[in-house]
């Protein structure tokens, strides 16, 4: 099971951004999977997640309204579509799928104000 996570940058407050996490080792259908983010000097926290079928998506409550999770099961690779940057939204992002406790290498995200 591998997970590349890519898309991160800088990017000013009130911008956009499209985080991608391509998998390998199985297919995303199977299980939940979801973005993680840790920033500087705090812990990590869940960000987004959607379950196996597709049919249920979790948002902490400081993204809601403002990030989209998606998935293309044809190209095994997940998305994390940002809008509406904050600069607390400044942190390295992991894509992970929690039951198999595996995560990828994360992509830092810095957003200016």
């Known amino acids: 099971v591998q997970l590349q996570a890519s898309g991160g940058g800088l990017a000013q407050a009130g911008g956009s951004l499209r985080l991608s996490c391509v998998v390998s080792?199985?297919?995303?259908?199977?299980?939940?999977i979801g973005w993680f983010r840790q920033a500087p000097g705090k812990e990590r926290e869940a960000v987004s997640c959607?379950?196996?079928?597709?049919?249920?998506?979790y948002y902490t409550d400081p993204v809601k309204g403002r990030f989209t999770i998606s998935r293309d099961i044809a190209k095994n690779t997940m998305y994390l579509q940002l809008n509406s940057l904050k600069p607390e939204d400044t942190a390295v992002y992991y894509c992970?799928?929690?039951?198999?406790?595996?995560r990828g290498q994360g992509t830092l995200l810095t957003v200016s104000s």
């Open positions: 080792g199985f297919t995303l259908d199977r299980y939940a």
């Open positions: 992970a799928i929690p039951s198999l406790g595996a």
């Open positions: 959607i379950t196996g079928s597709g049919a249920s998506t």
